[in-house]
C-alpha cells in the first residue's frame, strides 16, 4: 500500500513558477514509476510527467516539454514537479500517482493517486 500527499499548490502569474512534491509513504517507493497527472474544471485528466522508478528515464507530454521539469529523490520517499514559463492553460488540480510497472501515460494503469493539489495561473 502506498499514500500519496501532493504539496506546493497555489496561485501565480503567468510566466511564474511553482514546485509541486508528492511524499509517499511505505518503504517500497523506489519500486514505483511515478506521474503527475492534471485535471481542468470540465476537462478530461491529462498525463502531464512520467519518472521511472530510478529516475533514469522521464517522459512529458508536449504542452509542458521545456517548462516542467519531474524528478525524485528515493531517499525521501518524494517526486517533484519543477514547473516554469506558467500559462493559464496550466490550471488545474494536480495529482500524482504510483504505478508498480512503469510510468507512462495512461491512468488506468496507476496503482494509487493523491488526493490533488489546486493550481492556478492568473493572465
Known amino acids: 500500500q502506498v499514500q500519496l500527499v501532493e504539496e506546493g499548490g497555489g496561485s501565480v502569474q503567468a510566466g511564474g513558477s511553482l514546485r509541486l512534491a508528492c511524499v509517499a509513504s511505505?518503504?517500497?517507493?523506489?519500486?514505483?514509476?511515478m506521474g503527475w497527472f492534471r485535471q481542468a474544471p470540465e476537462k478530461e485528466r491529462e498525463f502531464v510527467a512520467g519518472?521511472?522508478?530510478?529516475?533514469?528515464?522521464?517522459n512529458y507530454v508536449d504542452s509542458v516539454k521545456g517548462r516542467f521539469t519531474i524528478s525524485r529523490d528515493n531517499a525521501k520517499n518524494t517526486v517533484y514537479l519543477e514547473m516554469n514559463s506558467l500559462k493559464p492553460e496550466d490550471t488545474a488540480v494536480y495529482s500524482c500517482?504510483?504505478?508498480?510497472?512503469?510510468?507512462?501515460?495512461?491512468?488506468?494503469?496507476?496503482?494509487?493517486w493523491g488526493q490533488g493539489t489546486q493550481v492556478t495561473v492568473s493572465s
Open positions: 519518472i521511472s522508478s530510478s529516475g533514469a528515464r522521464t
Open positions: 511505505g518503504r517500497t517507493f523506489r519500486m514505483y514509476g
Open positions: 500517482a504510483a504505478d508498480l510497472y512503469g510510468s507512462g501515460s495512461a491512468d488506468r494503469h496507476y496503482d494509487y
